[in-house]
């Protein structure tokens, strides 16, 4: 009988014990620290290609009682989903990225982020383009993240197939055939027949990214300034759809799979010429060639022209969340990491273009690097920096992100097969409008 | 004795400490031992099971919480909703082109591994190498196989002149694509548990019907299809639970796209639809309601599923407990003939 109360005994210690363990799991790692002396761990969530991986050492050397740990998520909609998912369950980083196209959701729950301003972002918000401070602050004026980068767009394109077609290939030239500064999508469409008439090939890779830019450079986007649905009855929106479905009809879309191109192969085999770049896109288009196989003389090149004028797409801010343990520290992080010297670092790694006023006319951001290196020698960032001139930044509702993939992602697909005409689906876009969005 | 009728009537024997431990030890201590799976339970199962349901009657927003109480609304909704009837079209469409092929495939499989083969380790081995396979590489590695302008089934058919199938944009070969992985994967899994239920059937049966001259088709249809019958329903179940759950393969068949499960939400499964209720539109309520709308539909076809294999369980002992004493009626009868005989023979004179 001995023996059987031990062993009672036993599995009470044990069950308590594993109890016990359970319950502290969560509490164990929570790091109380005040004085800045203390040794601290920041959090950091970034996503794609920011450039920001190789500055964490530097900062840590900078500052011996931090250590940074950070986690890079592959794709922008996958750090969608997961800021979702730990801003609704707990467990945000000290340091959280969020991408524009979400600013519309990030502003709904503005208070959960610390207000910047209680460390000093008034005085330091002329460093940014106002327009980037602006997407940043909240209905109530609170500043909540700073800017990394932002997405001037240019047009990339291959001078080998246009040569080949009979149209300039010189990036002077070719500005000048899409009518530089005063380039309109009409005479985007316009050189599109041209090129398709002379070569047979399609000239785009998909209207996805045709359509987001047009949509982009409008003062009013899905949602007018004062938050109002802006899609049913915007005739500006249908025009330009209908002008899709025209240049579809005329061979000039390539029904290219968004964001695959064919792991990169439609880049090296020239199924298509033209593509819209963003500074960001431009390590896109360099790793989808070199994926397939291509390098630098596949003829891929970047001229500083846009149809319609100035548009922007993307870019980034750094936020602290409340539910940081230490405030302070992460938001001076955030401060480094967007200050004008990291901006050229991260710009140099990755091609994304600068908010900062200052990086933006650096050298090392203007000078040649090895992205332009890939751009037949183009000087990236001087005509970055060219695109950037008349950005706005652009009221972005709730629901921006679903409007923009669900309502009009599947019509334009069709759209793209030739399988229904601009104006069915244009019906069906405003059908899938107010089921998801309503 | 005399001690014993001099103590006060009311005064029951005291119990020591130790004896009262032992009662407690005797009393309490299975429930400790059986504690850790309830508790765990508890945690990790019903909890919330029940935190869903409370979530499906609010007007849940995924990012600003709890809205307004909104009963069954939400059910109500989506029951309306045809998104939601298109993603339950498309996972029984998907469910029935895996299951079916699947189930069949194993057993034949599973017929063929219970032959004696030369190094039958290996082989059973082989069949489960692609269930260790993760789901997110099979379906990366297949998705590219299905590719529609670079795919590897396209260029095989195009080398006979046939026209690329459009597996990522057209309902039914988007189906197929996905069911080929379901099946890939789950096959061998299912080809083993049926193979450990047919070497359990009694290897004399076997032989009595060859005896009786029943050829090798004759014998797997007649004894080893009934005889694993119990274990096939088994098998049944669980495809079905997995095959309605069905998440990953759709999810990551077209990875690129922002709408999960194609542009048309033409493979969009119900699991995928409940994701993309809760992640992309932000409406936890509702992706909750469809959640329990799909543990009632996977209940109630458990209970289908339950009744049909008691019903056939029982009534399949039934014809064996009467096909065996026919067989055995007949076997005695058939070996009483020369036995007479012989008896009769040495009677004779």
């Known amino acids: 009988m001995n023996f059987s109360r031990r062993t009672a005994a036993v599995a009470a210690i044990a069950g308590t014990a594993s109890l016990a363990l359970v319950l502290s799991g969560c509490a164990s790692d929570g790091d109380n620290g005040g004085s800045s002396d203390e040794p601290i761990t920041l959090t950091i969530t970034t996503f794609g290609t920011m450039g920001l991986d190789g500055l964490y050492a530097q900062y840590e050397k900078d500052h011996p009682n931090i250590t940074i740990k950070a986690t890079n998520i592959d794709t922008g909609g996958n750090a969608l989903t997961d800021w979702k998912t730990k801003q609704a369950s707990g467990g945000l980083p000290d340091v959280q990225a969020v991408e524009e196209g979400w600013l519309g959701s990030v502003m709904e729950v503005s208070d959960t982020f610390t207000d910047l301003r209680d460390y000093g972002a008034d005085d330091i918000k002329g460093n940014w383009v106002d327009w980037k401070v602006q997407q940043a602050t909240d209905s109530d004026g609170r500043i909540i993240g700073y800017g990394t980068d932002i997405g001037p767009e240019g047009l990339c394109y291959n001078g080998k197939l246009f040569e080949a077609a009979g149209l300039p290939s010189d990036r002077d030239a070719v500005a000048e055939l899409f009518g530089g500064s005063s380039a309109t999508w009409d005479k985007f469409f316009e050189v599109g027949k041209q090129y398709h008439d002379a070569s047979g090939k399609a000239f785009y890779d998909q209207s996805g990214f045709l359509w987001n830019a047009f949509v982009n450079q409008q003062d009013e986007g899905y949602y007018t300034a004062d938050g109002e649905l802006n899609v049913e009855g915007n005739s500006t929106l249908k025009n330009f759809w209908l002008q899709l479905a025209d240049a579809q009809q005329a061979g000039l879309s390539a029904n290219q799979a968004q964001w695959d191109w064919g792991k990169g192969q439609a880049f090296v085999d020239g199924t298509f010429s033209v593509f819209v770049c963003p500074g960001w896109m431009l390590g896109v288009v360099k ?5 397939a196989g291509g390098d630098a003389s596949t003829g891929w090149d970047f001229a500083d022209v846009f149809p319609g004028g100035a548009s922007n797409w993307g870019g980034s ?38 908010s900062n006023i200052e990086a933006q006319s650096d050298p090392g951001v203007t000078g040649p690097n090895d992205l332009g290196a890939f751009f037949n020698d183009a000087p990236v960032g001087e005509i970055l920096g060219s695109r950037a001139q008349g950005v706005t930044a652009q009221f972005k509702g709730p629901d921006d992100a679903i409007i923009q993939e669900q309502v009009f992602g599947p019509p334009r697909t069709a759209l793209d ?20 969005v309503g | 004795m005399t001690t014993t009728l001099n103590a006060p009537p009311a005064a029951k024997p005291r119990l020591t400490l130790s004896q009262r431990l032992n009662h407690a030890d005797a009393k309490y201590s299975p429930y400790v031992y059986v504690a ?11 909890f919330p099971l029940v935190y869903t349901f409370v979530v499906s009657l609010n007007d849940w927003d995924l990012l600003k919480g709890q809205g307004d109480w909104v009963g069954f609304d939400n059910y ?8 939601f009837w298109n993603s339950l079209g498309n996972t029984f469409s998907i469910f029935l082109l895996s299951a079916i092929p699947q189930l069949i495939g194993a057993t034949f499989i599973a017929a063929i591994l219970d032959q004696n083969l030369r190094a039958q380790t290996f082989w059973r081995l082989s069949v489960l190498l692609p269930y260790v396979v993760t789901p997110a590489a099979v379906a990366l590695i297949f998705s590219s196989i299905f590719s529609e302008d670079y795919g590897l089934v396209n260029n095989i058919l195009g080398s006979f002149g046939i026209d690329p199938v459009l597996w990522k944009h057209d309902t039914l ?19 083993l548990i049926l193979l450990a239920a047919m070497q359990a059937v009694p290897t004399d049966i076997y032989e009595s019907a060859a005896l009786d001259g029943a050829g090798a088709f004759r014998r797997f249809f007649s004894i080893t299809l009934p005889s694993i019958r119990p274990t096939f329903i088994f098998v049944l179940i669980t495809a079905t639970i997995g095959g309605l759950q069905i ?16 542009a048309y939400h033409q493979f969009e499964t119900t699991t995928l639809y409940i994701w993309n209720m809760a992640f992309n539109q932000d409406r ?44 055995l009626l007949r076997y005695r009868s058939r070996k009483s003939i020369p036995f007479v005989a012989e008896n009769q023979l040495e009677r004779r004179p």
Do not use: C
């Open chain 1, 317 to 354: 801010f750094l936020t602290v969340p409340t539910s940081s343990k230490h405030p302070k520290e992460a938001a001076a992080l955030a401060e480094w990491l967007t200050a004008a010297q990291q901006q050229v670092a991260a710009f140099q790694a990755a091609g994304t273009f600068p």
């Open chain 1, 287 to 291: 790793g989808n060639t070199e994926a």
């Open chain 2, 247 to 262: 998440f990953t393969e759709p999810k990551l068949f077209d990875a690129t796209r922002a709408t999960p499960g194609g």
């Open chain 2, 173 to 191: 070969p988007g189906h197929l694509a996905i069911a080929t992985m379901v099946n890939w994967r789950w096959t061998g899994y299912n080809a």
């Open chain 2, 36 to 46: 850790p799976f309830f508790v765990l339970f508890g945690l990790v199962g019903l």
């Open chain 2, 76 to 83: 109500i909704i989506e029951l309306q909703d045809p998104w």
């Open chain 2, 284 to 327: 936890f309520g509702r992706a909750s309601a469809i959640a329990f709308i799909l543990l009632i539909i996977i209940v109630l076809i458990g209970l289908v599923n339950y009744y049909l294999s008691k019903g056939i369980a029982s009534s399949e002992t039934k014809i064996a407990k009467r096909s065996a004493a026919r067989r």
């Open chain 1, 417 to 436: 097969a030739g399988e229904a005409d601009g104006e069915t689906t244009w019906n069906q876009a405003i059908e899938l409008l107010n089921q998801l």
